[in-house]
């Protein structure tokens, strides 16, 4: 007998736009009768992560984001702190979310970031959905951090871009869906670019050890060439994720054991 409170616990990755691959992830899911009893989410797949968890399907969450212009969730910000805020983008999550704090949602999720002060990774399992999201979305130097409480909080990628790690003592079985590429473009001299690049490199180091806790990884390799901002390819990245994910879901020797009874 297992003393794990979760049997299957799926993980979404950081990855910026190319976060549309995890709705066709999780469609593949659906397809093959696979359903997580807890999604953990980081930057991007926080996003993803607390709208499925709100009981919404991957087309329902499609629907919502897919005209979206990302691009006007941006505003710049003069402090010393970042160069963008992304309060607009808190208020768009907010409004669309049909419950306003983690522990509403119908099913169990955690919502990881990283505590800048304290220099640790941090899982929000309770508290407003929008603002925690915020936070594990805000790549240092990019945006500005997010005040929780007393503490100040940055993406969670920084410390655990594919977030098996929180799922791992929890669940009999984790499945992490990573979305994040492991090679990078050519480099751009400009601050924004160079400080990407620095978070790109810090998050393929931490991922490779978080992937080796997954008992099934789908590693989805095809969309590498779609870049973080590249909004208009949001339909392809999102098919791309479906048929990648249905591709290794059929090759998996042990595919039924993850499957609902």
């Given amino acids: 007998m297992s003393d794990k409170k979760y049997n299957l616990g799926l993980a ?133 951090p997010v005040k929780i409480d007393d503490s100040y909080y940055v993406d969670g990628g920084v410390l655990h871009n594919l977030p098996s790690y929180y799922l791992r003592p929890l669940c009999n079985k984790v499945i992490g869906i990573n979305v994040s590429p492991s090679k990078l473009g050519s480099i751009k001299m400009n601050v924004r670019s160079l400080a990407y690049r620095t978070y790109k490199i810090m998050t393929m180091k931490n991922v490779a050890a978080d992937k080796l806790l997954c008992d099934l990884l789908v590693d989805i390799v095809s969309i590498q060439k779609h870049s973080t901002f590249d909004t208009k390819a949001a339909t392809k990245i999102a098919q791309k994720g479906y048929f990648e994910t249905m591709k290794i879901l059929k090759n998996t020797p042990n595919i039924s054991d993850y499957k609902n009874d």
């Fill in 12 to 144: 979404l990755s950081g990855g910026g736009v190319r976060g549309f691959a995890h709705i066709g992830a999780l469609r593949a899911l659906e397809d093959l009768g696979i359903k997580p009893d807890i999604i953990a989410g980081v930057s991007a797949g926080s996003v993803v992560a607390s709208f499925y968890a709100s009981g919404m399907t991957p087309d329902d969450i499609f629907d919502i984001f897919s005209n979206v212009d990302m691009g006007k969730f941006l505003q710049v910000d003069i402090s010393k702190s970042g160069f963008l805020k992304l309060d607009k983008f808190r208020r768009f999550i907010a409004k669309n979310l049909p419950v306003e704090n983690i522990e509403q949602l119908a099913m169990p999720a955690i919502i990881a970031a990283t505590d800048i002060e304290q220099q640790q990774e941090m899982a929000f399992t309770t508290g407003d959905i929008a603002e925690r999201v915020v936070a594990s979305c805000s790549i240092p130097l990019v945006f500005r």
